[in-house]
Antibody, heavy 118, light 110 residues
C-alpha cells in the first residue's frame, strides 16, 4: 500500500521551531520532486516548498522564505521541513506530496497539524 | 504569488455537467501548460484528477476533463455523480520555479 506519513506537528509558541518529517512506504522518493503544501482548516491549499529529486534545487513561497528549510534523505525515503521563527499565520495542516507526473502533486500524505499560539 | 481565482461554488444535478474556471496570469496559467486539478473530500487529502492541463492520471474517470485558453483553465465534470461532491482546486507551475493553487470551488450535486 502506498503511504506518505507526516509527523512532527504540534503546538508551538510564536518564534519557536518545529521539524516536520514525511516518511514513505510502498513507493520511493528517490529521483522525484517532493513538496510541502499547507492548508488552514476550512481554507484553501497553499504551496510551501519543493525540492528536486537529487536535492540540489529548492524553492520556497515568499511567506516562508528565510524561515523554513526543506531537505530530504533518499536513503531513508524521508522528507523534512525545518520551520523556524514560527508565526501565528503558519498555523495549518501540513501535507507532504510526491511528484511523478509533470508539475503535479501525485501522492499525498494525510497531513500533520501545526498550531502556533501562546 | 497570488492565488489563482476560482468561483467559490458550482452545482449541478446528477447526470449534468459542471465547469469550474481557474484564472491566473501570463506568469502562471497562461505561461505554462502545467495546470493540474485536485479533488478534496472533507477531512481527506487532495487527489490529483488532471495534470498538464488535460491529461488524466490512471484511474481517474474520463468524466473529468481539462482545458485552457489564455490565462484561464477549466475543469469539466460530465455525468455528475454523488461522489463528485467535493472541493476542487487548480494549481499551476509559475515563474521563478514556484507553484500556485486556486482559491477552491465547492461542487454540490443537487
Amino acid at each position: 500500500e502506498v503511504q506518505l506519513v507526516e509527523s512532527g506537528g504540534g503546538l508551538v509558541q510564536p518564534g519557536g521551531s518545529l521539524r516536520l518529517s514525511c516518511a514513505a512506504s510502498g513507493l520511493t522518493f528517490s529521483g522525484y520532486y517532493l513538496f510541502w503544501v499547507r492548508q488552514v482548516p476550512g481554507k484553501g491549499l497553499v504551496w510551501v516548498s519543493h525540492i528536486s529529486g537529487d536535492g540540489t534545487t529548492t524553492s520556497y513561497a515568499d511567506s516562508v522564505k528565510g524561515r523554513f528549510t526543506i531537505s530530504r534523505d533518499n536513503a531513508k525515503n524521508t522528507l523534512f521541513l525545518q520551520m523556524n521563527s514560527l508565526r501565528a499565520e503558519d498555523t495549518a495542516l501540513y501535507y507532504c506530496a510526491r511528484g511523478g507526473l509533470p508539475a503535479a502533486f501525485v501522492y499525498w500524505g494525510q497531513g500533520t497539524l501545526v498550531t502556533v499560539s501562546s | 504569488q497570488s492565488a489563482l481565482t476560482q468561483p467559490p461554488s458550482a452545482s449541478g444535478s446528477p447526470g449534468q455537467s459542471v465547469t469550474i474556471s481557474c484564472t491566473g496570469t501570463s506568469s502562471d496559467v497562461g505561461g505554462y501548460n502545467y495546470v493540474s486539478w485536485y479533488q478534496q473530500h472533507p477531512g481527506k487529502a487532495p487527489k490529483l484528477m488532471i495534470y498538464e492541463v488535460s491529461k488524466r492520471p490512471s484511474g481517474v474517470p474520463d468524466r473529468f476533463s481539462g482545458s485552457k485558453s489564455g490565462n484561464t483553465a477549466s475543469l469539466t465534470v460530465s455525468g455528475l455523480q454523488a461522489e463528485d461532491e467535493a472541493d476542487y482546486y487548480c494549481s499551476s507551475y509559475a515563474a521563478s520555479n514556484n507553484y500556485v493553487f486556486g482559491t477552491g470551488t465547492k461542487v454540490t450535486v443537487l
